[in-house]
């Protein structure tokens, strides 16, 4: 799944995912539709090869919600990000961190197509191509994230839950158990809700 973990991070950049409030916002998205939009790994230096990048649908409308939404006090942020181009028609994006710097470069292929080309060096270099493909409005109760339900990635999901019983998980967790066991229900339906 670390495929997963690049396109899902790729996914927080690119249509509506910059609305964090220090993240700078390029031109570009300001103008992009709201709604699904089709994640296609073309390029992947992570990959294995042979290996068959999953297709995600990113619903735009829940990142803007959880943008909004008032986040629990973290740890102070350690990266900076900096718009080092901001045309109508594309855009760079730097996010300098203490291990790593990446460059995120976005093009806008036509009014429902994005390619985005994400380089980065220091520690576990990357390099990875993503084209963001429009697709309609989100479905009710769709979640932010979510594959196939047929996919490869969807039957190992299915299979790890399908055995996972949070009280006997938590049985060891004293007096944190039904927060155990409510975090592990939690997971379960946002796993579940990936593949629906």
């Not at 997963?4 to 220090?22: K, Y």
């Not at 036509?110 to 989100?138: D, F, Q, W």
Request: with cysteine; aromatic share 2%; glycine share 4%.
């Amino acid at each position: 799944m670390k495929s997963a973990t690049i396109v899902i991070a790729v996914a927080c950049v690119l249509p509506l995912g910059a609305a964090a409030e220090d993240f700078p916002m390029p031109r570009m998205l300001k103008s992009m539709e709201k709604g699904q939009w089709r994640i296609e790994m073309l390029e992947n230096s992570h990959a294995k090869p042979g290996q068959k990048m999953p297709v995600m649908t990113l619903c735009t409308d829940n990142l803007l919600k959880q943008a909004q939404e008032p986040q629990a006090a973290t740890s102070e942020r350690r990266c900076t990000d900096r718009l080092l181009k901001d045309a109508s028609d594309q855009a760079v994006l730097e996010t300098k961190c203490p291990e790593r710097t990446a460059v995120t470069t976005i093009t806008r292929e036509s009014s429902k197509s994005v390619l985005a080309e994400i380089n980065s060096t220091g520690e576990r270099p990357m390099h990875a191509k993503v084209r963001y493909t429009y697709a309609g409005a989100c479905r009710a109760g769709q979640a932010t994230m979510t594959l196939d339900k047929n996919s490869e990635q969807c039957k190992k999901i299915r299979a790890s839950i399908a055995n996972l019983d949070p009280v006997k998980s938590c049985a060891g967790a004293g007096a944190n158990r039904e927060q155990c066991e409510n975090m592990m229900r939690q997971q379960v339906a946002q796993a579940t809700a990936m593949c629906n």
